[in-house]
């Protein structure tokens, strides 16, 4: 996720402040995804209004309210065990 210069507008931005007027102010703004990108307003409006009262408070809203789109390939982990039935990958021991 790349926030570009979005990043030195939130730290300069005056705080407390409502993400209604953080949106209002900065939504149409864009960041950059691994698959795509999206607007500061999309992304703020999926978790409701919220007070931040400090950068790292933005920051963290952006991060975690962020589509599907931030992800690499969607429900893929080389960690999950082998399902029942299935034949999985053969232990190696060094």
Do not use: K, W
Not at 40 to 62: K, N
């Amino acid at each position: 996720m790349r926030l570009n210069e979005l990043g030195d507008v939130i730290a300069r931005h005056e705080y407390p402040t409502s993400s209604t007027d953080f949106v209002t102010q900065y939504g149409e703004e864009v960041i950059e995804l691994q698959n795509g990108d999206e607007t500061v307003a999309a992304i703020l409006s999926r978790l409701g209004d919220e007070t931040y009262t400090c950068p790292q408070d933005v920051l963290d809203s952006l991060y975690t309210g962020v589509g599907h789109e931030a992800i690499g390939r969607r429900y893929y982990s080389d960690r999950d065990p082998t399902s029942f039935g299935e034949n999985g990958p053969q232990q190696v021991s060094f």
